[in-house]
């Protein structure tokens, strides 16, 4: 159906995070506004999903220093917009970054020249994705699938150009949808890609789409995160479907996220 990429990522030191005595994943999502930033460390390697808006680049910084990050073995950028590329300059010229993931395409805007020339002066290996790509880090099994959709630069349809991350832990599962919306978001709920997860990183910042009750329907979480913020809060239809469906609703507007899998099951930390 789909073309399979095999990536291999050459991996030969630890990063500085010490893994948790329970030898799992730990799974954070910053408080940072209506932006996103997610970090997976887990077997002595951190990844981290999206950087935030560019003035939020010193907090994350500031919150991996505390979690004893030293080094990022991957960073996924999911698609050009300043709330999921902004700080990533401030974190590049902060700790070793080993690779770092990307939709292929190009945005005309000073964040993305930003992004892009950090990349360079880093020396930063890099890769833009074209179609689902498929490989393992650590104990984790990563799927990666890059929108069947075409970039508008006059539209700026970023949000249907995110890369969708679905992780495999043991026998848990995470799904990261970025700003999956409109056609992307269709196309991934009724297009045979497989969305069952444990937790669900809620695409759009909670906004509410007419797929929602699909996506919900083919997820099924148990924990749903949600990256909003006072400002801009979820919409209430997506809050009342995820509580009607007995979701357990994290939202960054209430602090940072913490969980925690040991490969078998999902609690909050």
Same mark, same amino acid.
């Given at each position: 159906m789909k073309t399979i990429l095999s990536l291999l990522l050459c991996l030969t030191t630890l990063a500085g995070c010490t893994p948790a005595p329970e030898n799992g994943m730990d799974i954070y999502t910053f408080s940072i506004g209506k932006a996103d930033c997610s970090l997976l460390s887990f077997d002595g390697m951190?990844?981290?999903?999206?950087?935030? =808006?560019?003035? #939020?680049?010193d907090e994350i910084t500031e919150a991996l220093s505390e979690?004893?990050? =030293?080094?990022? &073995?991957?960073?996924?950028?999911?698609?050009? #917009?300043?709330?999921?590329? $902004?700080?990533?300059?401030?974190?590049?010229? %902060? +700790?070793?970054?080993?690779?770092?993931? +990307?939709?292929?395409?190009? !945005? #005309?805007?000073?964040?993305?020249?930003?992004?892009?020339?950090? +990349? %360079?002066?880093?020396?930063?290996? %890099?890769? !833009?994705?074209?179609?689902?790509?498929t490989f393992e880090l650590g104990r984790a099994r990563f799927t990666l699938w890059a929108s069947t959709k075409t970039y508008d630069p006059e539209k700026e349809n970023d949000n249907q150009m995110s890369l969708v991350t679905a992780v495999a832990f043991g026998q848990t599962r995470l799904l990261f949808?970025? &700003?999956?919306?409109?056609?992307?978001?269709?196309?991934?709920?009724? =297009?045979?890609? =497989?969305?069952?997860?444990?937790?669900?990183? *809620?695409?759009?910042?909670?906004?509410w789409q007419k797929h929602v009750p699909a996506l919900l329907a083919l997820t099924l979480p148990s924990y749903a995160i949600v990256t909003d913020s006072a400002k801009n809060p979820a919409d209430e239809k997506t809050l009342s479907a995820l509580d009607t469906m007995d979701v357990t609703t994290l !939202?960054?507007? #209430?602090? &940072?996220?913490? +969980? *925690?899998?040991? $490969?078998?099951?999902?609690?909050?930390?």
């Open positions: 951190n990844v981290l999903i999206d950087t935030g =808006e560019e003035d #939020d680049g979690l004893q990050v =030293e080094k990022l &073995d991957l960073v996924i950028l999911t698609h050009f #917009d300043k709330d999921h590329i $902004g700080g990533f300059a401030e974190i590049a010229g %902060s +700790l070793p970054i080993e690779k770092v993931l +990307l939709p292929d395409y190009v !945005r #005309d805007s000073d964040y993305y020249r930003s992004m892009a020339d950090a +990349l %360079s002066f880093y020396d930063i290996p %890099s890769q !833009r994705l074209t179609a689902e790509t949808m970025a &700003d999956a919306e409109g056609g992307w978001l269709k196309d991934l709920c009724y =297009e045979g890609y =497989e969305l069952g997860c444990d937790v669900l990183k *809620f695409p759009c910042h909670g906004k !939202r960054t507007i #209430d602090g &940072d996220v913490h +969980l *925690f899998t040991d $490969g078998t099951k999902v609690t909050i930390r």
